[in-house]
């Protein structure tokens, strides 16, 4: 069987022509590649103008294999030769090796490049490729292809070391440029070739020539002598870069990267449709040992699943039911010592016999799929802001509550169903499965689901009984304190189903669905408490607040809706928005610039109201003036401020302290203006007084002059 190998791209942030000088110090010999014994030049070529030069040699090579197997072959050293083919025109060398050693037993062949980057041409790219067929070796045949594999490998990573090596050497001798070749017929005399390339050099590179030629040849290296920062290497067209490979996919051996490589172009050549990202077909090489053919089979699988079943879309497109909504105990939570993002799900607390009667069993796996689509997305944000590959993520499961009513054949049917799916197109997600308070009935339930799981996956599982978690080895060891939540005795409150959510620190998501109680005392810029009986925003809150909440207090302020059909509303700090509707009780301490407790019992607005208040509350009182409408149609109406608009218009009790210049009591039962009203009293006879006293301030109503 045939051996091949793909190396990645990888660049060097130096000059062609530099990268030329540092690769033919490799000859005759290399200290750094120990089995690298001695080299002669077999043929040479050199064209008249300078531009192709061939050179072939023969290598002498010292194989690090056993001494039984070297004295079996009747040799100590193995030959190869090497062609180098160096085109200074186009700016590339292409180097191809094969063994003239067993040459009719085994075939090795090598492939190497390098050239110009595509995006910068002062970077160096280099790529590499061989295969090995091994058809006889006097029986010694898989040790051979171990061997030949190890020490190539291990040459593999040696290579840019090598080169480095090199350069460093060539900077020390003060040697950081090398000028580019150009034709005869155009070229100068020699050294007013040199001067003149040397001065090219320093312009392009945005210094001044003369002092740029002096540093040139005296030591600094000319690669970034502007101070601009350098950009970042990328791969050029579609190749994968090792840079990119390191920082995206973690580090993997040569013979990995090889198979990544491999898979992806072989994808970009016969796949029809979406190609998928580097990190997902790297689970499937990991989850199938690297092994390409096997690894090919059950992506290609999972790719036509995911287009018949529009997986892809699901985020966008598919939204969970009510009932999951507001009775599925799961949710995303932070994230564990790793970074990995943090699933938490309260199996024990779920109702899992009525969710799959209520909604069956394909739309829980339409839910699950969402939830592993959405652990994708945040393994990728992760990876982001941690600066190091994060491809997979912990889940959390707290069985507490677990008993035979979740053995529920169907629902048992439909979880092994869930589990079949997920392992055969979600492979190497789950980084790690943390089982809190397992019940005595626990086992039986492993017993059930355990045949379905993979064994890499089953050795992700850590199982802990009763209170276990809190000991040495539990969950400290995998998530901080201040991210476990409360139920676990940690410091973090999550309301998932729960009936008390707190969140010192602010959140931005969505927190407290049907939790009867939820606190934000860090502020919240997202639905807070939708379902919730209480809800309370330390810090002020700009968006959905308490809807439809029993009680809801924002402290410091809320610039949008607040206790929509909630039955107590209270904003200390001010409110710009819809406050109250149609809420029992509604108060604004610091004023409130808007529609506040239209339909509300009781509204108090502390700090005075610019806009409507009160509109059919029973009860409406205005401290610090109003300069709108007022009470409409509220039974009772107190502005002990002042108020110099209409007040009370259908309300039964008005009461002006500070007095007012508009109209007031519109239909009042009760009017009172401590301090007086400047507006000219209506004429007319005194009727329809309910209340039987004197008049203060002499202002006509639909009820006569009061």
């Known amino acids: 069987m045939v051996q091949k190998y793909q190396s990645p791209v990888r660049v060097y942030k130096h000059p062609f022509e530099l990268i030329m000088a540092a690769y033919e110090r490799r000859f005759p010999t290399c200290p750094l590649i120990p089995m690298f014994v001695d080299s002669d030049t077999v043929n040479e070529f050199r064209s008249e103008d300078g531009a192709i030069h061939v050179i072939e040699r023969r290598c002498k090579l010292d194989i690090d294999a056993p001494r039984l197997l070297k004295k079996i072959a009747g040799v100590d050293y193995v030959y190869f030769v090497q062609k180098n083919s160096l085109n200074s025109r186009e700016r590339t060398l292409h180097i191809e090796a094969h063994n003239e050693t067993f040459s009719n037993r085994v075939i090795i062949n090598e492939h190497c490049c390098y050239s110009v980057h595509p995006e910068n041409e002062d970077w160096t790219c ?136 491999r898979l992806r172009q072989w994808l970009q050549e016969t796949h029809k449709g979406k190609i998928p990202k580097d990190e997902h077909i790297l689970r499937f090489l990991r989850a199938r040992d690297f092994n390409i053919d096997k690894a090919r089979e059950v992506l290609c699988q999972s790719l036509t699943w995911r ?56 739309a829980l796996l339409r839910y699950v799929l969402s939830v592993n689509e959405e652990g994708l997305r945040r393994c990728e944000d992760n990876t982001k802001v941690f600066g190091r590959p994060i491809s997979s993520w912990t889940c959390l499961v707290d069985l507490e509550g677990l008993n035979m009513r979740h053995l529920w054949r169907p629902g048992v049917k439909a979880l092994l169903r869930i589990i079949e799916v997920v392992e055969a197109n979600y492979p190497e997600t789950l980084g790690r499965l943390l089982i809190l308070r397992a019940p005595r009935v626990f086992p039986v339930l492993w017993t059930l689901v355990s045949p ?78 939708v379902g919730a009986r209480w809800v309370s925003v330390h810090g002020g809150c700009p968006c959905t607040v308490g809807v439809p909440a029993g009680w809801v207090s924002v402290h410091g302020g809320c610039p949008c809706t607040v206790g929509v059909g909630a039955r107590r509303v209270s904003v200390p700090g001010g409110c710009r928005c819809l406050v109250g509707v149609p809420a029992r009780w509604v108060s604004v301490h610091g004023g409130c610039r808007c529609m506040v407790g239209v339909g509300a019992w009781w509204v108090s607005v502390h700090g005075g ?50 007095g007012c210049p508009c109209t007031v009591g519109v239909g009042a039962w009760w009017v009172s203006l401590h301090g007086g009203c400047p507006r000219e009293p209506a004429p007319g006879p005194s009727k329809g007084w309910r209340a039987g006293r004197p008049a203060q301030a002499g202002l006509r109503t639909p009820f006569g002059l009061v």
């Open 126 to 261: 280099f790529e590499q490729s061989a295969s090995l067929d091994i058809k006889s070796f006097f029986g010694f045949e898989s040790t051979v292809e171990k061997i030949a594999m190890k020490q190539y490998t291990s040459n593999i990573k040696k290579g840019k070391e090598i080169i480095e090596y090199y350069l460093r050497q060539l900077e020390e001798e003060g040697i950081t440029f090398v000028p580019r070749w150009t034709p005869p017929a155009l070229a100068p005399s020699s050294d007013a070739a040199a001067s003149s390339c040397k001065k090219q050099a320093a312009s392009s590179a945005g210094v001044d020539a003369e002092p740029a030629l002096k540093d040139g040849l005296s030591g600094e290296p000319l690669s970034n002598p502007s101070g601009a920062p350098e950009p970042v290497a990328g791969p050029p067209d579609d190749k994968l870069d090792a840079d990119y490979i390191k920082r995206y996919l973690g580090d993997l051996t040569p013979l990995q990267e090889s198979c990544l490589i």
């Open 307 to 362: 287009k018949q079943h529009q997986v892809d879309y699901i985020l966008d497109s598919w939204h969970a039911p009510q009932v999951l909504q507001d009775y599925y105990a799961g949710g995303w939570h932070h994230h564990d010592k790793d970074g990995r993002p943090l699933y938490v799900l309260r199996l024990g607390q779920m109702d899992t016999k009525g969710l799959v009667r209520a909604l069956g069993e394909e």
């Open 452 to 529: 379905f799981i993979d064994d890499n996956t089953r050795r992700k599982f850590l199982i802990y009984a009763g209170n276990d978690y809190q000991g040495p080895g539990g969950l400290l060891d995998y998530i901080d304190k201040e991210i476990i939540p409360d139920f676990l005795s940690g410091e973090c409150m999550v309301g998932v189903g729960a009936w008390w959510v707190s969140v010192p620190g602010g959140c931005r998501c969505m927190v407290g669905v049907g939790a009867w109680w939820v606190s934000l005392p860090g502020g919240c810029p997202c639905t807070v408490g």
């Open 609 to 658: 109201c610019p806009c409507t208040v009160g509109v059919g509350a029973r009860w409406v009182s205005v401290h610090g003036g109003c300069r709108c409408m007022v009470g409409v149609p509220a039974w009772w109406v107190s502005l002990p401020g002042g108020c110099p608009c209409t007040v009370g218009v259908g309300a039964r009790w008005v009461s002006l302290h500070g």
